[in-house]
């Protein structure tokens, strides 16, 4: 029974606000229930409404606000059970544009984890390189291309027969870029599934990544040629070694979920939370791997005095600009939007 029906209507009507504006919310996809803490909390909410309505009914009072709470409580029942099946519903606008970039954000932290495993490794290749300059060679024995000449031999090289290279990758082009993706998204992929391994195989394979990469930069550095340097890797490594540091971020996920840190979860709920994560991550790999594989072949190969340095330069670091803010940024409004 409701002694004091005022204080009553006064105390739960903004619940009863707050569940209508979560309902338009979900209805607008506005407001994700597949996320823990939003659905609970509109769960909350919708038990509440449910509790309040049976108090009104047994008071046998007010038939203008038991028929408000009806309304309220049957369409919270609709909207509840029928946005598991709309959260299932992939829309790859939806999913590049706001999924992806929010899932990486989620999940930034073990995104640093990547980056400092990939520098430490630059730090130890270059190390190297200085230290033991004999071991050059099997330093750079993954870029048989590069190691067997020195930078200035292969520069001088590509741009005497920069002419001639051009016309022979106009024929091999696309099998040259399908080979490029081919092997950088199992690269990528391998990088993952090594967290399996509690995250000691992705560090690994991201510390042996940096130890390669140093060593390279290193190299054209200490021989004057970074012109030439970044002129060759800044277009198709503004995306690709991102992506390689995106799957090194998705293997330290499914490493923290392997050992549950900050939960006490079991290990099948743990897996099953973060597996629509790890799709989202490795598709994001994919995709940044594919555009990264036709930039490559069909751009990066290409010297002076075919193509300028300087274009090659500014393309490169358009597209790192525009990266960064589609991952800093991107789906942020949405995120606003349901948080309110």
């Known amino acids: 029974m409701i002694l004091d029906l005022a204080h009553f209507i006064k105390r739960e009507r903004p619940h009863w606000q707050e569940l209508e504006k979560a309902l338009d919310a979900i209805q607008a996809q506005r407001l994700d229930l597949s996320d823990l803490k939003a659905s ?16 009104i009914g047994a008071s046998n009072a007010e038939p203008e606000l038991r028929t408000y709470l009806e309304t309220l409580v049957g369409r919270g029942y609709a ?22 970039p929010q899932t990486f954000r989620r999940h930034v932290r073990a995104f640093g984890v990547s980056l400092l495993a990939t520098v430490v490794g630059m730090f130890v290749g270059g190390v190297l390189l200085i230290v033991a300059p004999e071991g050059r060679e099997v330093a750079l024995a993954p870029f048989p291309h590069v190691a067997k000449q020195t930078p200035s031999q292969r520069v001088a090289q590509e741009e005497k027969h920069a002419k001639s290279s051009a016309e022979h990758l106009e024929r091999s082009k696309a099998s040259f870029s399908g080979m490029l993706m ?12 090594l967290g399996l391994s509690y995250g000691v195989g992705t560090a690994i394979a991201l510390f042996y990544n940096g130890v390669i990469l140093g060593a390279v930069c290193l190299d054209y550095i200490l021989d004057g040629q970074i012109i030439f340097l970044i002129g060759w890797l800044l277009p198709h490594g503004s995306f690709e070694i991102p992506a390689i540091l995106i799957a090194g971020q998705a293997g330290f996920v499914l490493a923290r979920a392997l050992i549950g840190w900050g939960t006490r979860e079991g290990l099948r709920t743990r897996m099953r939370h973060i597996t629509p994560d790890l799709a989202t991550l490795i598709g994001g790999v994919a995709l940044m791997l594919i555009w990264a594989g036709f930039v490559e072949a069909f751009f990066s190969q290409y010297h002076e005095p075919v193509l300028p340095y300087w274009v090659k330069i500014a393309f490169g670091s358009l597209e790192f600009a525009v990266l ?10 949405a995120e606003g939007e349901a948080r309110a």
């Open 40 to 55: 609970r909390k509109v769960l909350s909410l919708f038990q509440r409404a449910c509790s309040d309505l049976a108090r």
């Open 79 to 100: 909207e509840i059970h029928s946005s598991g099946r709309r959260a299932h519903r992939f829309t790859p606008l939806k999913w590049f544009l706001h999924t992806l």
């Open 182 to 193: 081919q092997h950088n998204t199992k690269v990528s992929i391998t990088t993952l599934a």
């Open 324 to 333: 960064v803010a589609y991952y800093t940024f991107g789906g942020k409004k």
